[in-house]
């Protein structure tokens, strides 16, 4: 993009809109698989795909054909009635995991406050206990709404938004002992995210997974997971959780699931959902006829092309590319770490200038952290536009000046 064209989109920007993004310096005009173009008509490869939104990339066509049909069908009514739309969604999603029930909303820090809400409802209307805490691990990432901000483990997220909510208290992650210790007759449950992707993709270890687990049932609480940014197949399995054979009480999704239309859910086993009933949580836009039918279609997709699979190969090949490249220039590369197609390359320096140049060269990644590319490309990107990328960062690290 030239920069008088993306200085007359800032400045409009700038008499328009809140200052509360800190944008990338392109202006997307259009996209088309795991493609993006600007608006001087610079192709760019997504590796971002809007922050794992776009896993089945970017206007796809069978997506497309899903929202023209039911935008002439039926948009929105509200959940004061019966759509069958809504339950053909809920029976895809039930069907990838062990549980019962679905509530669906619009976000996943919507879909994480509701299993905050089900967990202190369950905990003190059904097992009458007097208990309401929230226990998360540091460095995560579960929202920006107050309830999900508090859980969220980084000050950074709660500057200036004093007074914080109660009720929640973050941990370190990977102590197993610290954990038990904050476990009080307070605690309703512990929330974590089984691969952290605002942290820096931090993957966690199957010991401390189960051992969190094994806690949460030993002390009568229950075990929740964020699988918002690592469900729906990205990490090589329909959920995070299930690479170590764990059985939440609930979990979160959303980015992936309407393919990018505002959508999230949240899933229980029978037993905790009876910690809802009619009037104790709700939504308007939640689970509307449009985007329940997409977030079906795109289920079908993920499960019929069998993109978990997909996403384990590509994925472990792709990291095994760069851990090659790390040992090829040495001193460039502090760690390579994730699972399937949710990657994170943490450089030994700040990746500002490494991040910078990626993108004048076509490659939109995420910076995290100042030292971490974050990749979260769609499920079915060509895989010689991982090739590419591969060989891109190595050219830039064989010339860069730390």
Not at 28 to 46: F, H, N, P, Q
Request: glycine share 8%; aromatic share 8%.
């Amino acid at each position: 993009m030239t920069t008088s064209s993306l200085d007359t989109i800032k400045a409009r920007e700038e008499s328009l809109l809140c200052r509360t993004y800190g944008r990338y310096p392109v202006s997307i005009a259009s996209g088309k698989g795991s493609r993006v173009t600007d608006l001087d008509g610079k192709e760019y490869v997504d590796l971002l795909a809007g922050i794992a939104v776009t896993s089945l990339g970017h206007c796809n066509e069978e997506i497309a054909q899903v929202i023209e049909k039911q935008a002439r069908k039926l948009i929105h009514v509200s959940n004061l009635f019966y759509q069958e739309e809504q339950l053909e969604l809920a029976e895809e999603l039930l069907s990838l995991s062990h549980f019962g029930k679905a509530f669906f909303c619009n976000s996943g820090a919507e879909a994480n406050e509701a299993q905050i809400k089900l967990a202190r409802r369950y905990m003190q209307r059904v097992k009458n206990v007097d208990a309401y805490e929230i226990i998360t691990l540091d460095k995560a990432f579960h929202g920006r709404t107050y309830a999900t901000m508090a859980a969220t483990g980084q000050e950074r997220f709660q500057d200036g938004f004093a007074p914080i909510p109660d009720g929640f208290k973050t941990v370190p992650w990977g102590d197993l002992n610290v954990l038990e210790a904050a476990i009080t007759p307070k605690t309703a449950a512990v929330l974590v995210e089984i691969v952290q992707g605002e942290g820096g993709i931090r993957p966690m270890h199957a010991e401390y997974a189960k051992g969190i687990e094994a806690l949460c049932r030993e002390k009568g609480i229950l075990f929740l997971v964020d699988e918002v940014q690592g469900g729906l197949f990205r990490t090589g399995k329909p959920w995070a959780f299930q690479h170590f054979d764990l059985k939440p009480d609930a979990i979160s999704c959303a980015k992936a699931l309407a393919n990018g239309l505002p959508m999230g859910a949240m899933m229980t086993t029978d037993e905790v959902s009876k910690g809802f009933v009619a009037g104790s949580h709700a939504t308007t836009f939640g689970g509307g006829a449009l985007t329940s039918a997409v977030a079906a279609k795109v289920v079908r997709i993920m499960k019929r092309d069998h993109l978990d699979e997909r996403a384990a190969s590509l994925g472990g090949e792709f990291m095994e590319s760069i851990r090659r490249i790390s040992e090829s220039h040495p001193g460039t590369i502090k760690e390579v770490r994730g699972l399937g197609l949710m990657i994170g390359i943490e450089l030994a320096f700040p990746a500002k200038a490494v991040w910078e140049e990626l993108i004048r060269r076509g490659f939109i990644c995420n910076l995290s952290h100042e030292v971490v590319l974050r990749l979260l490309p769609a499920l079915n990107i060509p895989e010689e536009d991982l090739r590419a990328f591969a060989d891109t960062l190595e050219d830039i690290l064989a010339n860069i000046k730390k």
